[in-house]
Each structure stands twice: as C-alpha cells, then as structure tokens.
Nanobody, 126 residues
C-alpha cells in the first residue's frame, strides 16, 4: 500500500519562496506519475503540476509556469514543488498525489490518482 505524505507549507509574504516535499512509502516514486493539486477556499481543486516519471514531460498550469518547478529525488523517494515569486492567489491547500498506469492525457485528472496525501496549507499574505 502506497502512502503519500506532504510537508513544507506555511505562511509567507508575496514574492517569497517555499518548497513543498512529498515522500512516498510502499513504492518507488520513479515508477509512478505524481502531481501537485491545490484547492483554495470556495474553489474547485486544480492541478498545479504533474509528470509521469518514466517518460513524458512535466505539465505546469499556466498560472504557475516560470514560477514553480517540480523535481524528484530517487534516493529520498520524494518529489518536490519549488514555488518562487508566490502570490496571494497561490494560497490554498496543496495536495500531492501518485498513481500508476496513467496515460499522458489523464495527468490533469485527479480521479486518475489512487494515492493522496493529507494536504499542506500554503498562505501568501502581507
């Protein structure tokens, strides 16, 4: 059974940076597709970034392109979301998700991911 655990959220001012971590247990991260989703109060969940690590390219939502970067560390069985130039609109609960057997066209579909973390709050405010 794969388990997903996020960490790294917090309260920061606009323009600051944060790095979120997502560690998998029960499976090698490189064998999965992983994604970061976020959900702001009163809004629907949206995908921030996603990638099938065995092949394919990284997807980024238009709202975060050039500011957020997805990376992976096989030795730590973890993926990371580096968030720079944070804006108040980035305020949300961020969730890490992992899934196997995903095709590229389903990377943005939350229903395609079987394993989810509990979420970590990111608040951007002055």
């Amino acid at each position: 059974q794969v388990q997903v655990e996020e960490s790294g959220g917090g309260l920061v001012e606009p323009g600051a940076s944060l790095r979120l971590s997502c560690t998998l247990s029960g499976g090698a991260v490189g064998n999965y597709a992983t994604a970061w989703f976020r959900q702001a109060p009163g809004k629907e969940r949206e995908v921030v970034t996603a990638r099938r690590w065995m092949f394919g390219t990284t997807y980024y939502a238009d709202s975060v392109k050039g500011r957020f970067t997805l990376s992976k560390d096989n030795a730590k069985n973890s993926v990371y979301l580096q968030m720079n130039s944070l804006k108040p609109d980035d305020t949300a609960v961020y969730y890490c998700a992992a899934g196997s057997g995903l095709i590229q066209s389903r990377l943005r579909d939350g229903a395609a991911y079987a394993y989810w973390g509990q979420g970590t709050q990111v608040t951007v405010s002055s």
